[in-house]
């Protein structure tokens, strides 16, 4: 899913205060991991993603992989901290701007 920029920065915005509610350490992207996320990303469709590994480029292919195997949309990542979005098809709570 793409995003336009001002739906981006639609997101950007609600995401501000959010807290990160889902850590990646060593661990990397376990079953467990994997299935918090998915339920956490189901539930409130814009979440924060802390990430506690080495270096940037290690980063940006968790990130990356994060996105592609849920179908979720990277909005923003500053630093070690992902927002991502995903509308949940069955009960959306957030309506992007059209334009």
């Known amino acids: 899913m793409s995003l336009k920029e001002s739906q981006k920065k639609y997101l950007r915005s609600l995401g501000h205060h959010l807290k ?3 850590t990646v350490a060593d661990g990397g992207l376990s079953d ?3 299935a918090e996320y998915e339920s956490t990303l189901n539930h409130h469709e814009l979440i924060k993603v802390k990430l506690r590994l080495g ?3 290690q980063r940006d292919d968790l990130v990356n992989e994060l996105c592609s ?3 979720a949309t990277l909005v923003q990542r500053i630093g070690n901290v992902a927002l ?5 098809p069955e009960q959306s ?3 992007l ?3």
């Not at 991502?84 to 949940?88: D, G």
């Open 20 to 22: 990160p509610v889902v």
């Open 32 to 34: 467990a991991l994997m």
């Open 55 to 57: 270096d940037r480029a």
């Open 69 to 71: 195997r849920s179908g």
């Open 84 to 88: 991502i979005y995903r509308a949940n």
């Open 93 to 95: 709570k957030i309506r």
């Open 97 to 99: 701007p059209s334009a």
